[in-house]
Each structure stands twice: as structure tokens, then as C-alpha cells.
């Protein structure tokens, strides 16, 4: 499993309110990336990290801001949760000598 | 950016057929293909990846081909079993020497019946 773990695992929260989820890997790893999956839409790229404060856009960004201060924790924030926020948000690390990227966990988010 | 449209969206097998996934990709740059099995309520797994210098790629029951000039790839899995059943996703990337941004398909979900 790449020593990735996701926190929390489940969360719901009403419109508005923000949240963070955590993404935690073990290994070092310089690159990860958040994405969120939705039926009918497969894994799309919200935010990613290319090292140590280091962080950039991906196709669906609007809405979340991320942070990286260490290594191994890569933070996914919704400033103000909105219904369509609610998904399965993923987390994954990318091997720089393989280009392979492992997945977290993932955490299920439902925004009433 | 890339594109990747990926078809099937469902496949019915029977137990022992074959199973093919197609996906085609836009961006010629694309030099990295992954392949993400997902059981259901399960993280994605990777099964298997090509990259654009290699044609074909096998791993026991499972292959992928490559043609770049049509840009297309495909994933194959013979003797399908029961525990194949799952959503399998294709991926592409333009790796520059870093670890690059994925674009995936839709997804297919395989349902192998016994």
C-alpha cells in the first residue's frame, strides 16, 4: 500500500463549513496528489505536489486549496464545503523513477 | 491538455472468455499508459503500465498493446475469473523525467459471470 493513509476515512459535513482531509505517506516520496472520483467520471486531478511548498492546479481545483509543509503530509482543504463537493476524494504518491502513482485509502465526504 | 476516452463503459463476460477495455488518448506527447483495477469500495490498483518506446506488455493473464500512430491502447485478460469483476480505469501521461499528471478514462466495469 505504498504506506499511504488518508484521515478521516468518512466525514459528513454541511454546506459551508471547512474542511481538511489528510493524506500521510511514509516512504518520502517528493510527489502527491489528490483527486476525487464521481460516478460517471472516473479519477480527476484536483491539486498536486512536486515537493515541500511546492503545489499546483489540476483539472478541477476551484473550491480547494492544499498545503504542503513536510514531506509526508499533503493537506486537501474546502474553504467553504458546497453539496457538490460530496465524493471520494483520493490521495496518491507518484515514484519519480517509474512515473507509477499508488493510491491511498481514500475518504468519503458528504457535504448536506 | 490530454484526453482520454476509454470504451466499454460495462462488459459481460462468462467465466473463461476473454475480456478487451480500449481507450484512446489525444496528446501525442503521452509516453506512460497505466492501467487501475478497482474493486468496489476498494482504493485503485495498479495492474499493469506500458510505455511508449514497448508495443505489448504481458503479465500473466493480463496484456496491454500500445499503437501509438493510431493512438490507442488496450487492455486484454484471458481466462477471465469471478475475482476479475471490478472497474478497471486506463490512464495516460506526458512524463517529462518527474512523476506526471495522470489523465484517466471513465472507467469500464467488468462483471465476469461464473
Known amino acids: 500500500d505504498a504506506g499511504i493513509t488518508q484521515s478521516p476515512r468518512h466525514k459528513v459535513t454541511e454546506t459551508g463549513t471547512p474542511v481538511t482531509l489528510r493524506c500521510h505517506q511514509t516512504?518520502?516520496?517528493?510527489?502527491m496528489y489528490w483527486y476525487r472520483q464521481d460516478p460517471g467520471h472516473g479519477l480527476r486531478l484536483i491539486h498536486y505536489s512536486y515537493g515541500v511548498k511546492d503545489t499546483d492546479k489540476g483539472e478541477v481545483s476551484d473550491g480547494y486549496s492544499v498545503s504542503r509543509s513536510k514531506t509526508e503530509d499533503f493537506l486537501l482543504t474546502l474553504e467553504s464545503a458546497t453539496s457538490s463537493q460530496t465524493s471520494v476524494y483520493f490521495c496518491?504518491?507518484?515514484?519519480?523513477?517509474?512515473?507509477?502513482?499508488?493510491f491511498g485509502p481514500g475518504t468519503r465526504l458528504t457535504v448536506l | 491538455g490530454e484526453n482520454v476516452e476509454q470504451h466499454p463503459s460495462t462488459l459481460s463476460v462468462q467465466e473463461g472468455d476473454s475480456a478487451v477495455i480500449k481507450c484512446t488518448y489525444s496528446d501525442s506527447a503521452s509516453n506512460y499508459f497505466p492501467w487501475y483495477k478497482q474493486e468496489l469500495g476498494k482504493r485503485p490498483q495498479l495492474i499493469i503500465d506500458i510505455r511508449s518506446n514497448v508495443g505489448e506488455k504481458k503479465d500473466q493473464r493480463i496484456a496491454v498493446t500500445l499503437n501509438k500512430t493510431a493512438k490507442h491502447f488496450s487492455l486484454h485478460i484471458t481466462e477471465t475469473q469471478p475475482e476479475d469483476s471490478a472497474v478497471y480505469f486506463c490512464?495516460?501521461?506526458?512524463?517529462?523525467?518527474?512523476?506526471?499528471?495522470?489523465?484517466f478514462g471513465k472507467g469500464t466495469k467488468l462483471t465476469v459471470n461464473p
Open positions: 516512504e518520502n516520496h517528493r510527489y
Open positions: 496518491a504518491i507518484g515514484i519519480i523513477r517509474t512515473d507509477t502513482q499508488y
Open positions: 490512464a495516460a501521461s506526458a512524463s517529462q523525467g518527474g512523476s506526471e499528471k495522470l489523465v
